[in-house]
């Protein structure tokens, strides 16, 4: 008779992750017009610009083999002062000011590893991270796999609601667990997947709250600033790391994944100086150096500028992906009643609230019914953590990265006349 695989722990409470059916169905029905993954847009992929990077690299036989050998656990270099550099600009900090050091930056694949590494790194089993709600499903499925507590706080079209975020402070404050909180995570810039922006006054005010209630030890503030550089109308607000001067609370990560190539799988965080080493011993145990390769053809497509002009091909296109399916939605859901959509202007997501009524899991009649209409999405239940602000199963993310301007209109048409049907199902009669 054989034994039993004897999982650990960690493998038992792992669970798929939503995308993994939703691929699935992708994969089964070709002609299915998928608004779910948040893909980037095959043809914006920078083949030209990596091929030239590439002949530069191998153009030179001292830098080719530096690039095909182990690299540093840190990571490139050249790559992290250029990251660091930009970032700086970005937020108007003279980069003579001592606030950042590179020794900071550290190169991770892709940024979703950071994400992990900073869980190994800070959280135990039982301890909470708070984070919005609705939230980034795969890092919730990250959290879950570390034993952590996932509480979400209550958002708005602006984002987290910071008044929702001190009373959830306050809550764990009395009941004596607020020592167990180790983190608030935030997407700052054209959150996934609802594509809200936190204005300026709430960094301030998740800033000042985190440290405010630090008093068992830091809180951390992990601000995921994937989407920054795909706003598409020229705004841009100062990072959360802007207003933390002392450079101990904040945690700014991000990745190139979007912007340029997720195939690149290139992300890095700013570290406060006193994790740089914990998260390093951590990474060094998984990888000792994320991709080498990958980190030079990088450091290349920036030093020769090619970087910027890459950013705004794939914003302009995007920009008039998420017109069209903004203007898509408004004309096929403006009718339907108690229906609501985030205007977002950036990143690759629109969110849906749908009547309550309407069960958009894919358990519920809506997915079917939008199957059999030919159009996939995220049910919004993915999305919410296990504790905290009420999960909501009438919401739904739509993703407008890989399809045309002309099939997003297709889909969201296809999706309009499944969510009308259900509706009509569930009136009352008479």
């Not at 001292?62 to 937020?91: F, M, N, P, S």
């Not at 900071?104 to 991270?129: F, Y």
């Not at 984070?131 to 984002?159: E, H, K, W």
């Not at 001190?166 to 983190?183: D, F, M, N």
Request: proline share 6%; aromatic share 8%; net charge negative.
């Amino acid at each position: 008779m054989s034994q039993p695989t004897r999982l650990s722990k960690r493998a038992q409470q792992a669970a798929p992750q939503p995308i993994s059916y939703l691929m699935h169905e992708t994969i089964a029905r070709p002609e299915l017009i998928s608004l779910a993954a948040g893909f980037v847009d095959p043809e914006t992929l920078p083949v030209e610009v990596v091929a030239a990077a590439s002949e530069a690299t191998f153009a030179d036989a001292a830098k080719a083999q530096a690039a095909l050998q182990y690299g540093t656990t840190v990571g490139d270099l050249e790559l992290r002062e250029a990251i660091l550099a930009r970032h700086c600009a970005a937020d108007r900090i003279d980069p003579a000011s001592g606030r950042f050091s590179v020794d900071q930056v550290v190169l991770t694949a892709g940024s979703n590893q950071m994400l992990h590494l900073l869980g190994e790194t800070l959280i135990d089993p039982g301890d909470i991270v708070l984070c919005a709600s609705p939230c980034y499903f795969v890092y919730l499925g990250t959290l879950q796999n570390i034993g952590a507590r996932m509480v979400g706080v209550a958002v708005d079209d602006d984002g987290l609601i910071p008044e929702a975020l001190e009373a959830e402070l306050r809550r764990l404050q009395t009941s004596g667990e607020l020592a167990r909180v180790k983190a608030i995570y935030v997407t700052s810039y054209y959150d996934n997947p609802t594509g809200a922006t936190l204005p300026t006054e709430r960094r301030q005010q998740i800033l000042e709250m985190a440290k405010r209630y630090a008093t068992d030890g830091i809180i951390h503030v992990i601000d995921d600033t994937a989407y920054r550089e795909l706003g598409y109308y020229g705004e841009d607000v100062p990072s959360i790391s802007s207003f933390d001067p002392e450079g101990e609370t904040v945690i700014h990560t991000g990745s190139f994944s979007k912007s340029f190539s997720p195939g690149m799988r290139i992300g890095w965080a700013i570290l406060p100086p006193a994790l740089v080493d914990p998260v390093c011993n951590q990474k060094g145990d998984i990888d000792f150096g994320s991709p080498c390769f990958n980190q030079r053809l990088m450091a290349t497509v920036l030093r020769q500028g090619q970087y910027d002009a890459h950013v705004a091909k794939i914003q302009a296109s995007y920009r008039t992906k998420l017109e069209a399916t903004l203007a898509a939605v408004e004309k096929h859901f403006s009718s339907l009643s108690d229906v609501h959509w985030l205007p977002a202007r950036g990143g690759l997501y629109v969110w849906m609230t749908l009547p309550e009524s309407v069960n958009t899991g894919a358990d519920g009649p809506l997915f079917q019914r939008a199957l059999e209409e030919g159009v996939l999405y995220v049910p919004g239940v993915h999305c919410y953590p296990g504790e905290g602000a009420p999960l909501q199963k009438n919401t739904l993310r739509l993703s407008f990265g890989v399809q045309s301007p002309e099939s997003i209109a297709q889909g969201v048409e296809m999706l309009a006349r499944a969510v009308a049907d259900v509706m009509a199902e569930k009136a009352p009669v008479g």
